[in-house]
């Protein structure tokens, strides 16, 4: 195999697999070193950025790579996602928590009104967060797919830095989409 179709054999990997793959997988698939395969993934990245395009080659954290939508085109075709985007008022509850982390949702609910306990549900569902009974509570962290879905690190210092900064753009994009109120509770914070 040649190196173009080395180039489309792994953007073909990550659009088919739904998911981070890591440098070690895509590697396998192509039959070439790593190092090789850092190249092609690093080339690939570059095409994508300057075909300004809805898509992005983004590496993540522990050799991982994903074929993702640049997070600022959410808002916009958010509700042809399967499974549906989150509203704007739970995007909130899951910056607050991601920032907050780990934290009672005794806490979340007290900071943000009882609405939450449904954000918390819906959260859970999708795999963003984490729920784990504690006492008549439960503690709140984010997941491993919040992280790669919002292209973040996975250690919790390096992200809440990154949320404050990506987080904050992307909320304010929903909420001009959604034409929502300007109800900022947990914003201030950011």
Known sequence: MGLDEDLVTLEAALYV?????????????????????????????????????????????????????????TPRVGKLIPGGLLSFATLQTLVYIALKQPILQSDVVTQRGTHCYDHVKELTEKKFIDAVPEGRSKILTTTQLFSDYFGLDTDRIRMKAQLRHK???????????????PRTAGLEDL
């Not at 987080?167 to 929502?180: F, G, P, R, T």
């Open 17 to 73: 697999s739904g998911r981070a793959l890591t440098l070690e997988e895509l590697s396998d698939l192509i039959g070439k070193a790593q190092s090789t395969t850092q190249k092609l993934l690093d080339q690939l990245s570059a095409e994508y950025m300057h075909r300004d395009g809805a898509l992005e080659v983004v590496p993540l954290p522990r050799e991982r790579y994903a074929l993702q939508l640049k997070p600022e085109l």
């Open 167 to 181: 987080m904050k753009k992307i909320l304010e994009d929903q909420q001009a989409e959604e034409s929502v109120s």
